[in-house]
């Protein structure tokens, strides 16, 4: 008997200015999806750009305009776009909920994450050049239809080097925070190519009990 709550395995709350128009996404069982960006601030005064996709259902009473103020409730999920280069790991927060009115002074504050999901890859364990510990996780976090979606995380410190001792198919509780990353990609000697890596900032890891359930 199954007993995963694919509810409580991906929640996230993020809050932020729309940043781009609404484009056409994909349809579903005739149901057309859109995706805008989303600049969402954090308390270094800094800001994460990140993908929003969003069901028209939520856009009845209206479409929102680059500059709206957003709080939104959803689901962090990925998918592959496949091109003629190969396919590449597209991350998006999927709509459960968005409304406009909430308090300003929490903006800053509303970007949370929970994941509970299973470590895919073995986790890669490094210091920077400073000294500073990083590990980097994927995490697979199950979702109904016996779909899953494959998270990239990031860990620090204790929590790097706690990550570090994690094998594949653990099971994980994350807490933490989407970021948008932009780094160089070196294509040839003299060309290098800037682009942005989505994923999760980690405040807290640990390992979760699994128990296996049979009906009788």
């Not at 929003?52 to 689901?75: C, N, P, Y």
């Not at 190969?86 to 994450?113: M, P, W, Y």
Request: glycine share 6%; charged share 30%.
């Amino acid at each position: 008997m199954n007993t995963e709550n694919y509810a409580e395995n991906n929640k996230v709350i993020i809050a932020g200015t729309v940043a781009s128009e609404l484009s056409f996404s994909h349809e579903v069982y005739e149901e057309t999806f859109y995706t805008f960006m989303l600049d969402t601030p954090r308390l270094s005064e800094t800001q994460d750009t990140v993908k929003v996709t969003i069901s028209e259902k939520f856009l009845a009473g209206g479409r929102f305009d680059v500059g709206d103020k957003v709080l939104i409730s959803g689901q962090f999920r990925s998918y592959n776009n496949f091109t003629n280069v190969g396919n590449k790991l597209i991350l998006t927060v999927f709509v459960k909920d968005i409304r406009q009115k909430f308090d300003d002074e929490d903006e800053a504050s509303l970007n949370s994450i929970s994941l509970t999901g299973y470590i895919c890859k073995k986790p890669v364990y490094r210091t920077t050049p400073f000294g500073r510990e990083i590990a980097d996780i994927l995490l697979a976090v199950n979702r109904s239809y016996n779909k899953s979606d494959y998270i990239p995380c990031i860990a620090w410190g204790r929590n790097a080097k706690f990550a570090e001792c994690l094998n594949v198919g653990d099971k994980v509780s994350i807490k933490g925070r989407i970021q948008s990353r932009e780094y160089q990609k070196r294509l040839s000697e003299t060309e290098v190519e800037s682009k942005v890596a989505y994923e999760v900032s980690v405040s807290r890891l640990e390992t979760v009990d699994t128990f296996d359930f049979e009906e009788e």
